[in-house]
C-alpha cells in the first residue's frame, strides 16, 4: 500500500462518514468517565443501542464513585437491552471501582495507566484517549478495522498488534483516531463482513480486494 493511497483512502472514506451516524464519535462528547464507560459497553453491539441506555445509566450513577457502589442487578436492569449485559455491568462496575483505587476517581490519561483497568485493552483505551482526550496514540482495532485492512490491503495478518502497526505506518499520526472512525463507519455501512458493496463503494480504485477480483 503506497502513502498516496493512504491519503487518498482517508479523504474518500471522511467525505462520506464525518459525523455519520455509523461513527463511534456519536459515543464522544460527554466527560472521560462517560467516553470509558460507552465504549466498554460497545463491544458487540450498536452504538445506538449504547446511546439509548446513556441517560438512564448516567442519570443514576453520574460519577465513577456513584458507579463503583452500585449493585450488579441495578446496573443490569438499565443495561439488559444490550449483549452480554451481565458482562457488561460487572466491567462497568470493577472499571469503576479501580478509577477510585488507582487513580483518584480520574480517568487516566495515559496508555499504561489505562490498560491498568479490568476490562479496558488497547482497543478500548485507543477510543478513550481519542474521544475524551484528543490523543492520537493508536488505532483501535475492531472487528472492522481488522477486516477493512486486510481487504483494502493495508495488512496481511491477523494479529491486531501487528495490524495496528501496518496502519499506524500508513497514515500520519494526526490521522490516527479519525482513520479508527472513518474505517468503522465503512466496515458497518458498506464494507460488510459477509456482502460488501464494493459496486458502490468510494475507495474500491484503491482496494486490493476489488482490483484483484476485477483484474483481467
Ligand atoms: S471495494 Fe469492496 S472490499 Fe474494498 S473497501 Fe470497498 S466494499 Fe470493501
Not at 443495561?79 to 487516566?108: D, M, N
Not at 496481511?156 to 497514515?171: G, K, P, Y
Amino acid at each position: 500500500m503506497i502513502k498516496q493511497d493512504a491519503e487518498k483512502i482517508y479523504s474518500l472514506l471522511s467525505r462520506q462518514y464525518h459525523d455519520s451516524q455509523g461513527s463511534p464519535a456519536q459515543l464522544s462528547g460527554g466527560s472521560a468517565f462517560e467516553v470509558l464507560v460507552l465504549t466498554i459497553l460497545s463491544a458487540q453491539t450498536t452504538d445506538r443501542a449504547v446511546l439509548k441506555v446513556k441517560e438512564p445509566l448516567f442519570s443514576t450513577y453520574p460519577t465513577p464513585s456513584s458507579l463503583a457502589k452500585a449493585k450488579t442487578e441495578d446496573v443490569e436492569t438499565i443495561i439488559h437491552s444490550l449483549g452480554y449485559f451481565h458482562a457488561k455491568a460487572r466491567h462497568i462496575i470493577a472499571a469503576s471501582q479501580a478509577l477510585i483505587t488507582k487513580f483518584g476517581g480520574e480517568v487516566p490519561e495515559t496508555m499504561e495507566e489505562l490498560l491498568l483497568i479490568p476490562g479496558v485493552g488497547r482497543k478500548t483505551a485507543n477510543i478513550v484517549l481519542y474521544h475524551a482526550l484528543g490523543r492520537n496514540e493508536g488505532i483501535a482495532v475492531d472487528t472492522h478495522v481488522r477486516r477493512l485492512a486486510q481487504r483494502i490491503g493495508f495488512s496481511d495478518t491477523d494479529n491486531v498488534s501487528r495490524i495496528e502497526q501496518d496502519l499506524m505506518a500508513a497514515f500520519p499520526k494526526n490521522l490516527w483516531g479519525d482513520i479508527t472512525d472513518v474505517l468503522i463507519a465503512h466496515g458497518r455501512e458498506c464494507c460488510t463482513a459477509k456482502k460488501p458493496k464494493c459496486s458502490i463503494c468510494p475507495i474500491r480504485r484503491h482496494c486490493r480486494y476489488f482490483l484483484t477480483l476485477n483484474r483481467k
